[in-house]
């Protein structure tokens, strides 16, 4: 009798920690800390997407484009990760992009440790736009000034779909 009950409470401390760890990411460094960093020190994404808002407003009254700013949950929305793959990580998005806007990707993710002023700056935006931002993933459109001129999200339809509905939300600008 007490070898069972020995065995069931192992095979279930065994199951608790095993059921724990299953699909948990963790972040760089095991932490969950990433040193601070300025923001002029972060540069663009591997898919070449602004990440600091100033520089992308910065490129945008160069280029005279408005921005696309993409809010996401890149770790943990399971839309957001759709939209990733079924559009923007195609070259027909990245052309019309190239043509069109200045990409910024703001993300909150869950598991994947950023800096803190990377973090701030996404809150801070979160909070000056929270009535156009009702989930995730939320694009908007915006001129350098901050004002918003469309808005958009997942779509189905592929790359070609998704830039023709964009350039029409844009057509305002």
């Not at 932490?31 to 300025?38: L, M, N």
């Not at 990245?94 to 994947?112: C, F, N």
Request: aromatic content about 10%; some cysteine; charged content about 20%.
């Amino acid at each position: 009798m007490m070898c069972r009950t020995f065995v069931s409470v192992t095979l279930i401390l065994a199951f608790v920690v095993l059921s724990n760890n299953i699909g948990c990411k963790r972040p760089a460094g095991g932490s969950g800390q990433v040193a601070d960093v300025p923001l002029s020190q972060i540069g663009l994404t591997k898919d070449g997407w602004f990440q600091v808002y100033d520089q992308a407003v910065a490129k945008a009254k160069e280029t005279g484009k408005p921005i696309l700013v993409d809010f996401t949950g890149s770790d943990w929305c399971i839309w957001c990760q759709r939209l990733d793959a079924e559009v923007f990580a195609h070259d027909a998005f990245t052309t019309w992009a190239k043509e069109h806007v200045v990409l910024l990707k703001l993300d909150y993710p869950r598991g994947v440790a950023q800096p803190p002023s990377l973090k701030r700056q996404n809150q801070e935006l979160l909070q000056k736009y929270r009535d156009q931002v009702p989930g995730y993933p939320t694009i908007l459109f915006i001129k350098a000034d901050g004002s918003v001129v469309g808005n958009y999200g997942y779509d189905e339809g592929g790359p070609e779909v998704w830039t023709q509905k964009a350039s029409a939300k844009l057509s305002g600008t």
